[in-house]
């Protein structure tokens, strides 16, 4: 490439306390390319983000714009000179409009005060440039993330940004979605805009991208074509070493039942859902985003109440609305939502981990701190945990390190049930493989597991049986043998009787 890049970093250096989170890295970001960051939990690539985006300050190495270098004292300066940043979940005003969330505080005005009717024009005309249908009018409040995103993609657009960093934007949404957010980045691309884009999901990279910087441990790997490198490359290139198996799916004889669901209905949102799960089974609960999984997962577990039917655990009848019951009973969840719903963000670690079992490291009345450091411990090996000390808040780890705490939390104590709510959003290719293992694992040991997943490879590599759900109804149920790509989509667009 012989143009000047937009924006690029030379040697940079980033580190927090003696964690060296970035270190010498260096990135050129083109007009006209998608440019992809890779790398496992911890690599680094949050903190390229921020710098780049002006939220953190490099401790070493230059920032350059058109060549020039720069400094960015703050998010504002990165804003001005069009650098934007598309979040995995937007943060709008929700009671303001489409329009008025774009505009933010540089609304179109007339002799009258704000112009709306110019306003609502160059809402639409920022969504026709991008080739996507948005209200101008409609409030935020009740917008998809997918949408949400799109709104975000405008703003930046109407601030006239050259540089789009997209960080994790796919891991929140359906297959519909990512294709429509696909087709609205190699829109920008085309206009000339520079794309940085973070997804742990290797095929996506290969979809959208044209080169790709890899990052390892905070350092500088490699910039490559994606159109010279094979997958199995990027993966070593991002780990290290080779990879084992992806899905290695143990061979189990299903045991006694021991989670029954009958007839379960929450009016509005799920309804007349039926099915078993057996000691040494996985069964994965398929279905669009948005299908009803995880709300019938949150009314198994008692976090939302029921309208009718029935829910046992080992032939007992669970009491409605009660995760106390739940967990008594030896369910457990680990929800999709974990930063909101799976950790408290400024306790350690190891508390985190420790929370959700505190009868295991119970002696007496008292919790034994020992007992608890040596169980986070091990925990934070066997899903190999990139941290600095056990005592650290849990705040200070990166998203996909996050998402491993609380796996080790609901793991840590050793259900009968294991709810798991897309086990590896978020999480690296290498851990993919760690977490699959577990859960076969679990499953070999008499665990019976429901694990909801979006990502069909995980579905077809790693379940038993399939229960596919297609408005808030359960569309069909899969044996391993029966359940394709075909046949899982069909069902979970509604194309195939149950
Ligand atoms: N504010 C902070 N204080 C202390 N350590 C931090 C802070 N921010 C990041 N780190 C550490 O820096 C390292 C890199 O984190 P970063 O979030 O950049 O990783 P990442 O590649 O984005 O990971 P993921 O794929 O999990 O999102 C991690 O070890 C993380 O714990």
Redesign the pocket.
């Known amino acids: 490439m012989d143009q000047t890049p937009v924006l690029s970093l030379s040697q940079v250096s980033k580190a927090?306390?003696a964690?060296r989170?970035?270190r010498e890295v260096s990135l050129e970001l083109h007009p006209g390319e998608v440019h992809a960051l890779a790398?496992?939990?911890?690599?680094?690539?949050?903190?390229?983000?921020k710098i780049l985006s002006g939220v953190h300050r490099p401790d070493s190495g230059r920032i350059l714009l058109d060549g020039e270098p720069v400094e960015f004292a703050g998010p504002g300066d990165a804003q001005q000179a069009g650098v934007a940043v598309i979040y995995q979940e937007p943060t709008l005003f929700p009671d303001l409009s489409v329009m008025e969330n774009i505009f933010m505080g540089r609304q179109p005005r007339s002799r009258f005060g704000i112009d709306r009717r110019a306003m609502r024009a160059a809402a639409a005309d920022l969504f026709a440039r991008l080739g996507v249908r948005l209200d101008p009018d409609q409030p935020a409040r009740g917008l998809s993330i997918a949408d949400q995103q799109l709104v975000e993609i405008a703003k930046a657009l109407s601030r006239r940004a050259r540089v789009l960093i997209m960080d994790?934007p796919t891991a929140a949404l359906s297959g519909n979605e990512v294709a429509r957010l696909f087709g609205v980045a190699t829109t920008l691309r085309e206009q000339g805009c520079a794309l940085l884009f973070?997804s742990?999901r290797l095929e996506e990279m290969f979809e959208l991208c044209t080169r790709v910087t890899t990052?390892r441990d905070?350092a500088y790997v490699a910039t490559d074509l994606i159109a010279d490198i094979t997958p199995d490359d990027l993966v070593r290139r991002m780990v290290g070493r080779e990879l084992d198996a992806l899905f290695p799916k143990q061979e189990t004889a299903a045991g006694e039942v021991a989670l029954k669901v009958g007839r379960l209905t929450r009016e509005g949102v799920f309804t007349d859902v039926s099915f078993e799960v057996r000691r040494g089974e996985i069964v994965a609960l398929a279905g669009l985003v948005g299908a009803g999984r995880s709300e019938v997962a949150r009314a198994i577990f008692g976090i939302d109440r029921w309208d009718a039917g029935s829910v046992e655990v080992d032939g007992r009848r669970l009491r409605p609305a009660s995760p106390t019951a739940a967990m008594a009973a030896g369910l457990a969840l680990v929800p999709e939502d974990r930063r909101q719903q799976g950790l408290v963000m400024d306790l350690s670690i190891e508390r985190n981990i420790g929370l959700a079992g505190l009868a295991a490291v119970r002696r007496g009345p008292l919790v034994s701190r020992a007992a608890e450091r040596r169980r986070a411990a091990d925990w934070a090996v066997r899903l190999r945990l990139?941290?600095?000390r056990l005592a650290?808040p849990v705040n200070?780890?990166?998203?996909?390190?996050q998402q491993k705490v609380v796996l080790a939390k609901w793991l840590a104590r050793g259900p009968s049930v294991l709810i798991v709510d897309e086990p590896t959003r978020?999480i690296?290719v290498g851990t993919k493989a760690e977490v699959h293992r577990l859960l076969s694992e679990l499953a070999g040991s008499g665990v019976a597991v429901l694990m909801i997943s979006s990502e069909l490879p995980e579905v077809l590599g790693m379940a038993d049986r399939v229960l596919v759900m297609h408005e808030g109804r359960l569309a069909a149920e899969l044996s391993r043998a029966e359940a394709t790509e075909e046949s899982v989509m069909a069902a979970a667009t509604g194309r195939s009787a149950a």
């Open positions: 927090f306390g964690v989170a970035v790398g496992e939990n911890g690599a680094g690539k949050s903190t390229i983000v994790e973070i742990h990052l905070g990139k941290y600095a650290d200070v780890l990166s998203g996909g390190n978020g690296d």
